[in-house]
């Protein structure tokens, strides 16, 4: 890549975020999309920090500054506002744009050293897991379609582009046939013959599909059509990311985790572990849930559950 920012940020560019954007490209080429595009919502929530630090330069990055970043993020893991795993890899991404901008290893640190081991356990209580956090917040023109992204992964446990992709006319319809619908677009690692994911539909989740619809038109999905996912996936996180500055919403993840929680009390008539510390279901009951959710969040693997409500023990 040529040099485009001057020698500010090692010519990668005079904005700090825009200049990580380019460090990426570089590092992975036209491929790897799904990789970038992770890498670059990371590193923007990095740049955000280090601008507030009145910092938009990687020539002034410190070991003490990178240090006073890494601190922040323990913090938050901490008190509960953020994960362990996701705190990891936000360090993760500093690590790869920092080390692809300078060509050397010298500010790379070592994100479990920092943050702790990660948890494959969910210890933390998603904030949507109360339905009336989503409806509290504020929505303003323009932000119509992420409001209904977020509440689409909250009624449903769908992935982000899982709900993008989703079209709401077509599931409007299954949710009024059959009060469920079917997961076909977006699934992560594709879809095989007969594994049909179907997904029981809520009262609320019946208003989200109508007023999704409205939204939608005649297009095949939430997506404008003038807009790629790419494009649509860094606008909307960084919209969403605005939206729920002030509150305890840590992400769409976390309300696959607030569905999850809700519908093993569904299933099992008592809270989900991760709510009230320990496991109340008797132990087959609890598999058999976490056996449906599996299902329902679309992975192929019981243990992989516990991410969403806790323990089973």
């Known amino acids: 890549m040529g040099n485009v920012g001057g020698n500010r940020n090692y010519g990668y560019g005079k904005q ?18 799904s990789t970038r595009a992770t890498h670059e919502e990371r590193w923007n929530q990095f740049a955000h920090y280090m601008k507030a630090q009145g910092i938009n330069d990687v020539r002034k ?24 795993a996701y705190a990891q890899n936000r360090l993760s991404t500093v690590n790869v744009v920092l080390e692809t901008m300078r060509k050397d290893t010298v500010l790379t640190i070592k994100p479990a050293k920092i ?13 949507t897991v109360r339905p009336d956090v989503l409806k509290s917040l504020t929505v303003k023109p323009g932000q119509e379609r992420t409001m209904l992204i977020a509440q689409l992964t909250r009624d449903l446990g769908l992935r982000f582009k899982e709900a993008s992709l989703l079209d709401t006319r077509k599931a409007l319809r299954q949710a ?4 469920r619908i079917n997961i076909t677009q977006g699934t992560k690692g594709g879809r095989g013959k007969g594994s049909d994911r179907w997904i029981p539909v809520s009262n609320q989740c019946l208003q989200t599909l109508k007023a999704a619809t ?24 960084n919209q969403w990311r605005a939206m729920t500055k002030q509150t305890a919403i840590n992400g769409f993840h976390d309300m696959r985790a607030a569905y999850a929680c809700e519908r093993y009390q569904a299933i099992t008539d008592y809270p989900a ?12 009951l609890d598999q058999q ?8 969040l ?8 516990a991410a969403y409500i806790g323990s089973s023990q």
């Open 214 to 237: 409205l939204i939608q038109g005649k297009e095949q999905n939430l997506i404008p059509p003038n807009s790629s996912y790419k494009q649509w996936r860094v606008h909307r996180y």
């Open 289 to 296: 849930a976490r056996s449906i959710l599996a299902q329902e």
């Open 176 to 179: 009024k046939q059959h009060g």
């Open 298 to 305: 679309g992975h192929n693997r019981t243990d992989v559950v």
């Open 61 to 84: 990055i410190t070991p003490t500054v990178l240090n006073g970043h890494n601190q922040f993020l323990k913090d938050l893991v901490s008190k509960g506002g953020m994960s362990v």
């Open 16 to 33: 700090l975020a825009w200049a990580g954007k380019n460090a990426l490209a570089d590092r992975y080429g036209q491929g790897h999309f």
């Open 115 to 127: 943050i702790g081991q990660r948890s494959h356990v969910r210890s933390t209580i998603p904030a």
């Open 273 to 284: 572990p991760v709510i009230t510390g320990k496991r109340q279901a008797d132990k087959s």
